[in-house]
């Protein structure tokens, strides 16, 4: 009896999104800069938030990796501590042929983290029988393992376990997973760009995981009839014939793609004054941001969206753009004050 063949389900596309533009270039800078790091999407139900979240799979460009390596290294990172404490003998590294690595082209990995995942299975697993046994240690990875490089995308991100949180602000601010069980331990690279999304009304943020998030966008619902008629049609569409439907928008995706890979190589090369960079502090100050990071975040977003554009200079329009989707999050506000900051004031 033949086997049941499994379909991989259809992401709505990217490009056919209709509005929200602020919530798609945050998203879309955090694949030209990961430095960014990540995006917090606000804003009540049914406004498209976790659509675009999975959309961007589709748009996202190509990266080099150790084929079938659990932690998607890059060729020139095996070899290490790493490659020798991994116990699964078929990746790209173990099973190379006249000492060159076997690896793979593929997408940057959109990996999903469930609201009720336990913590080993967002860490991973020791094998701690066979590593009192045997002496060896044997660990099964976990999300962060397969979000490294990538993207980890958590919905509904206010309503994590604080256990998880915890790990997530850990692996956030060094950039590697370690898991310790009964004194046996083990570490991987988990550098990912994180995407949450939630309904402010199902709960607030931990301050110290709101922080972490380099942007912040607020989304509502469509006050425009017209593009509240194209949601219908769209989705109307996509829904009857997800593949006809995804096909209409394969070139507009593949020119997002191709803009996406041309700023990444632009973004090195783009500089910006003294004049920019005293205007982003200035600008910080007025709005009364706590700590640096706000104006580290907003220096880099601005350089960003330079790139986006094709330019290789900051401009000051640059700046009010990024200042919008980085300090809003990061403003100091009163006990029971909830007024979203005037950038027009700011700006003056």
Request: proline share 5%; glycine share 8%; charged share 25%.
């Amino acid at each position: 009896m033949n086997k049941p063949t499994l379909h991989k389900p259809i992401i709505y596309p990217f490009a056919a999104l209709v509005g929200q533009d602020n919530m798609k270039l945050a998203l879309i800078l955090n694949v030209i800069n990961p430095g960014l790091s990540g995006v917090l999407i606000r804003g009540e139900k049914g406004t498209g938030k976790s659509t675009a979240a999975r959309a961007l799979a589709e748009i996202l460009p190509e990266i080099q990796v150790v084929k079938r390596c659990p932690f998607q290294l890059e060729p020139n990172q095996t070899g290490g501590e790493l490659c020798a404490q991994c116990t699964l003998d078929q990746c790209g590294f173990k099973a190379q042929s006249q000492g060159e690595v076997v690896s793979d082209q593929r997408k940057v990995r959109v990996v999903e983290l469930p609201v009720g995942a336990t913590e080993d299975r967002v860490v991973g697993t020791m094998d701690l029988e066979r590593a009192l046994k045997e002496g060896e240690k044997h660990f099964e990875p976990g999300l962060l393992a397969a979000a490294n490089r990538g993207i980890l995308y958590v919905d509904e991100v206010n309503l994590l376990e604080d256990h998880v949180v915890d790990v997530l602000l850990d692996s956030a601010a060094m950039g590697v997973n370690t898991v310790e069980r009964e004194g046996v331990s083990f570490s991987h690279p988990a550098r990912f760009t994180l995407v949450g999304t939630m309904n402010p009304e199902e709960g607030e943020l931990r301050p110290q995981l709101l922080d972490r998030f380099g942007l912040c966008v607020h989304v509502e619902g469509m006050s425009d009839s017209e593009k509240r008629v194209q949601v219908l049609e769209r989705r109307g569409r996509f829904e009857d014939d997800p593949e006809s439907f995804s096909r209409e928008y394969q070139e507009e995706s593949a020119q997002l793609t191709s803009r996406i890979k041309a700023a990444m190589e632009l973004l090195p090369l783009v500089e910006s004054s003294r004049a920019i960079m005293l205007s982003v502090v200035e600008y910080c100050l007025r709005l009364g941001t706590d700590g640096h990071r706000g104006d580290i975040i907003t220096h880099k977003a601005a350089k960003t969206l330079a790139a986006w554009e094709g330019r290789q200079e900051v401009s000051p329009a640059d700046v009010d753009a990024a200042a919008e989707l980085v300090l809003p999050h990061r403003i100091r506000r009163r006990p029971f004050e909830d007024v979203a900051p005037d950038f027009k004031q700011a700006r003056a």
